[in-house]
């Protein structure tokens, strides 16, 4: 068994990386090509074709996590066909490759992609993201992913509530232009403070030519007044961190597994919506055990039966089923932020589909015939 497993293994693992190379070469293209619009602006003329290619480089993590289920899929199928259609995989069913044991053959390489897909999820991805988006903004000036109102982000500490305002991130990584407003157990606006930029350090924020204004407007309408002072710098003191405030400005599917689950309590904390973070978090979760399903869609190929056909159909098939488990995980998403339904249900419920799917056609095609 060590023989065949190794067979299987060797060319499902060349098929799979051959169909990543080709996508991921695809996206690289598009990626360059989107990004030419964006060289040679007054405003980013450092922003060269040598900095695009950086940047492009830096999303195929990105394209690489999305993409892996598709291509494992795809690949599975390629290798499964070619054997049959040489009938290879007759030979090893004729050597005690049964059906139980042939899936547990690919669910033991299905486990390993779902660990590669968790990694790249979790760790490389938003990190390279992080970078890439830096980088950019170094050469471009600054970014903001959110509208021309910037980021908003709220946080409750006993009787005050801030709302916090970020307009962009700057070249160093600095925020440019944070706002600041303090209210009352009332609800009344107490203090502001405008700040032309912002460090995060891990317990505090480091504010920069700071304009503290204080309004003492509860008292008679001819004592009310505003008290504004300029410091030069003053630290804020928050639980607020890089990761929230980078959720907040870029997507939250570019956070990590543990990062945004913080995010998520910190909103449930102060009485905001988490909706759309916990699909969010609940995919992060399911979508790399889609490898699983994946494989498990790809058996049934090695028991079909064909010698003069080709297996280009085959595997176009395999492109359409992964194309729809992509578009159907979307469409959830949105459904389920827009129609309040459980967020794990309607980020389990694509990979659930395709289980059956797959256990179907297994069912049908390997066990029955």
Avoid at 17 to 45: C, H, M, N
Avoid at 66 to 74: C, K, Q, R, S
Avoid at 162 to 169: D, P, Q
Avoid at 256 to 274: S, W
Wanted: hydrophobic share 45%; aromatic share 14%.
């Amino acid at each position: 068994m060590k023989t065949i497993r190794r067979l299987i293994y060797v060319e499902a693992l060349k098929a799979v990386a051959f169909v990543t190379l080709g996508f991921l070469s695809l996206f690289f293209f598009f990626d360059f090509v989107d990004e030419l619009q964006s060289i040679g602006k007054p405003e980013s003329l450092a922003y060269g074709p040598a900095q695009a290619l950086i940047y492009v480089t830096l999303l195929i993590p990105s394209h690489l996590y999305e993409l892996l289920p598709i291509t494992v899929l795809i690949g599975c199928i390629f290798v499964m066909a070619r054997l049959a259609q040489s009938s290879e995989y007759t030979i090893l069913r004729t050597s005690g490759l049964g059906p139980w044991r042939a899936l547990r053959t690919l669910l033991l390489l299905g486990v390993g992609f779902v660990f590669l897909t968790f990694a790249i999820g979790d760790y490389i991805a938003p990190a390279s993201e992080r970078t890439g988006q830096l980088l950019k903004s170094r050469y471009q000036g600054s970014y903001s992913l959110v509208g021309n109102t910037g980021a908003w982000l709220k946080e409750k500490r006993e009787n005050v509530s801030y709302a916090v305002n970020v307009l962009s991130i700057a070249r160093d990584g600095s925020l440019k232009n944070a706002r600041i407003f303090e209210f009352d157990a009332n609800g009344y606006v107490r203090k502001q403070l405008v700040a032309s930029s912002a460090r995060i350090f891990d317990d505090h924020w480091q504010l920069s030519d700071v304009e503290l204004q204080d309004y003492e407007t509860r008292s008679s309408a001819d004592k009310a007044r505003i008290v504004t002072t300029k410091v030069p710098q003053l630290d804020w003191p928050t639980t607020l961190t890089s990761e929230m405030v980078s959720v907040a400005l870029l997507r939250p599917d570019r956070m990590g597994t543990l990062d945004l689950f913080d995010y998520i309590r910190h909103l449930e904390a102060n009485g905001q919506t988490a909706q759309r973070y916990e699909i969010q978090f609940w995919r992060k979760v399911f979508y790399p055990l889609s490898c699983l399903v994946m494989v498990v869609l790809a058996l049934p190929f090695a028991y079909l039966h064909f010698r003069q056909a080709g297996i280009t159909t085959y595997v176009f098939g395999g492109v359409m089923i992964g194309i729809s488990f992509f578009l159907l995980n979307n469409v959830f998403g949105y459904l389920g932020n827009l129609s309040n339904w459980s967020p794990w249900l309607t980020a389990a419920a694509p990979g659930l589909i395709y289980s059956v799917m797959s256990l179907a056609a297994f069912s049908w095609l390997v066990l029955r015939r």
